[in-house]
């Protein structure tokens, strides 16, 4: 898969920049790869990590991404109790993945506003197409994206929320949140606003932030606040959802609360349990 061009069409300009190992880059991310399927594995458990490892390689300057199929074999899958059609499908994912992390590539390599909203409207179309009841406009990176998706979501019919993936209290990009959430205040199609894929030591900042700037509900759902170490190769530190974070989210005006990486069931119930409990 090619970032932005055929490869026929990236041989004809002049040398071509091929990615680098996927599986030290799944295992630089923290994935166990022991298992006989090797990043295979993660076609069926943890597709994002695939996209986020191509990504990767497309943002450090490659041209070009070798699919995550290298060790998947039907003969493998059927080894772990997955049958021909899924195993079928998880081939056919390899190639998705490294498609979606061509297209996010080709976003941050810097797109105009109108070529932002014509990369994302097709896919809300359809998504919309299913009758949903929301759309998520997540983990956008700045406030440009963010313009180009207020515009695509126009006229689907659908509600939608927007959430950005913010470092302390500016966008990816470096933005002010202030400004990233006025672009959302006065969007009819857009419910509520918030963040996510962030540390949980940056919710409630954003979480004010988008209240009075915007006047809509708060959607919010960081990640665990875990770190990795390269180096010992393991996560270190706890979640640190904790209950009175959650209340204080809620209290500063945010009604949509869950998790995004490394945020699993257990933490979900610590959430759900300290919301029930401070609304009984």
């Known amino acids: 898969m090619t970032s932005d061009t055929t490869l026929a069409q990236a041989l004809a300009a002049g040398p071509v920049v091929l990615d680098g190992?996927?599986?030290?880059?799944?295992?630089?991310?923290?994935?166990?790869?022991?298992?006989?399927?090797?990043?295979?594995?993660?076609?069926?458990?943890?597709?994002?990590?695939?996209?986020?490892?191509?990504?990767?390689?497309?943002?450090?300057?490659?041209?070009?991404?070798?699919?995550?199929?290298?060790?998947?074999?039907?003969?493998?899958?059927?080894?772990?109790?997955?049958?021909?059609?899924?195993?079928?499908?998880?081939?056919?994912?390899?190639?998705?993945?490294?498609?979606?992390?061509?297209?996010?590539?080709?976003?941050?390599l810097g797109l105009s506003l109108d070529e932002l909203e014509r990369f994302h409207r097709p896919r809300l179309e359809v998504l919309a197409g299913a009758a949903p009841d929301v759309l998520a406009l997540e983990t956008v990176p700045d406030a440009d994206e963010a313009r180009a998706l207020l515009r695509a979501v126009r006229g689907l019919g659908v509600p939608a929320w927007l959430s950005y993936s913010v470092a302390g209290d500016r966008t990816r990009a470096?933005?002010?949140?202030?400004?990233?959430?006025?672009?959302?205040?006065?969007?009819?199609?857009?419910?509520?606003?918030?963040?996510?894929?962030?540390?949980?030591?940056?919710?409630?900042?954003?979480?004010?932030?988008?209240?009075?700037?915007?006047?809509?509900?708060?959607?919010?759902?960081?990640?665990?606040g875990e770190s990795w170490d390269a180096d010992a190769r393991t996560w270190r530190g706890d979640s640190r959802f904790a209950p009175p974070q959650v209340r204080g989210w809620h209290d500063s005006g945010a009604r949509l609360i869950g998790g995004c990486c490394r945020v699993g069931p257990e933490a979900i119930s610590g959430i759900s349990g300290a919301l029930r409990t401070q609304s009984g």
């Open 174 to 224: 470096g933005q002010p949140l202030e400004e990233a959430f006025a672009l959302a205040a006065h969007a009819d199609e857009i419910i509520a606003v918030g963040v996510n894929c962030c540390a949980p030591e940056d919710v409630e900042g954003a979480v004010e932030t988008a209240a009075r700037v915007t006047g809509k509900p708060v959607v919010v759902y960081p990640n665990s």
């Open 21 to 108: 190992g996927m599986s030290n880059q799944l295992e630089s991310a923290g994935h166990d790869l022991s298992d006989e399927l090797w990043s295979a594995r993660l076609l069926a458990e943890r597709p994002e990590a695939i996209t986020e490892a191509h990504l990767a390689y497309f943002e450090a300057g490659a041209d070009v991404a070798i699919t995550s199929s290298y060790q998947a074999t039907f003969e493998g899958f059927a080894g772990r109790g997955i049958g021909p059609e899924r195993a079928a499908e998880l081939l056919a994912l390899s190639v998705e993945l490294a498609r979606e992390a061509a297209r996010r590539a080709k976003v941050c």
